[in-house]
């Protein structure tokens, strides 16, 4: 079990902010949860599998999934961060290509997760208030998990209007409207808001900054957290189930027992059965 704190936090009916959790590592039912090739909603993926991990936000415990879905999307990316390094430890490895013209040349990259920047905010509540320079009030909240679940089908189509219903969830009244269209807001009028939001949210990078060893020019890559989780954690089904096999095999554990351990746990006893059948053959 670990803990820590979220960059923004969660605020509760009665507008209690939430900050500080608890998270337990991941078990074999999560491993096998995330065998899946390609999950068509990703960002519910996530839901479920940190409602399984987090144990505690703030007062709230257990967490349902309906508060998973209703975190900001940089409280959820920085829980994903946070599981992974209880889970595997803190260091991280990636193979990239050098983006640079007449160059690219494999690059290894290693780094810590404590040194992925993380921008936490002090949020007056769910909702904000500014003013357009057009002098219309607006009041808008952040956008969370909910709601890249929601719109993942359309982002998959069409991008653009993906990001135009995002907008029109998140702004709760515009000037005196409490039902806005933002359909034929003015690209400025979207600017602003849009910036402001991006002022207000708490962040966690999604890039890191690398050097080539070929031809010494620096570029930054990109570091998507959710694909990351998702592609690094996503265990090879039949490693998992032979896993399972030989522990039960030789030490006669239901499934249900050796799917509650951790890949850590797993691997431990299979090493210590490893050097067991090593010395009795070696003594035979």
């Keep these: 079990m ?3 704190t979220l960059p923004g936090g969660w605020f509760d009916a009665g507008g209690q902010l939430h900050r500080d959790f608890d998270l337990a590592v991941l078990t074999g039912r999560e491993e096998e949860l995330l065998t899946q090739a390609r999950h068509p909603r990703p960002a ?13 936000i703030g007062e709230v415990s257990p ?10 999307v940089a409280d959820r990316l920085h829980l994903l961060l946070q599981l992974r390094r209880a889970t595997f430890g803190d260091r991280v490895r990636a193979a990239l290509v050098c983006p640079w013209p007449g160059c690219g040349e494999r690059v290894s ?11 936490p905010r002090e949020l007056p509540g769910r909702w904000h208030t500014m003013v357009l320079s057009d002098g219309r009030e607006v009041v808008f909240r952040l956008p969370t998990g909910a709601d890249q679940e929601d719109l993942a089908p359309l982002a998959g189509e069409n991008e653009g209007a993906a990001l135009t219903a995002l907008l029109t ?4 009244r515009l000037g005196g409207d409490d039902d806005p269209d933002l359909a034929g807001l ?10 402001r939001m991006r ?3 708490p962040s966690v990078a999604q890039t890191m900054d690398a050097r080539c060893p070929e031809c ?16 690094e954690l996503r265990t090879d089904g039949t490693r998992l189930y032979q896993e399972i096999h030989y522990l039960a095999y030789h030490y006669h554990w239901s499934e249900t027992e050796i799917m509650a351990m951790t890949r850590d746990k797993r691997q431990r006893y299979i090493d210590v059965l490893a050097d067991s059948i090593e010395a009795l053959n070696d003594a035979g």
């Design 2 to 4: 670990s803990g820590g």
């Design 186 to 195: 003015s690209s400025r009028a979207r600017a602003e808001i849009e910036d």
């Design 216 to 231: 010494g020019r620096a570029f930054t890559a990109p570091f998507d957290v959710q694909r990351f989780f998702l592609g």
């Design 109 to 119: 990259l290693e780094f810590s997760l404590a040194d992925v920047p993380v921008e």
């Design 44 to 56: 519910a993926l996530v839901t479920e599998v940190l409602s399984r991990c987090v144990r505690r």
């Design 63 to 72: 967490v349902p999934p309906e508060v998973i879905g209703d975190l900001l």
């Design 169 to 172: 969830r998140c702004v709760g």
């Design 199 to 201: 002022q207000v949210a």
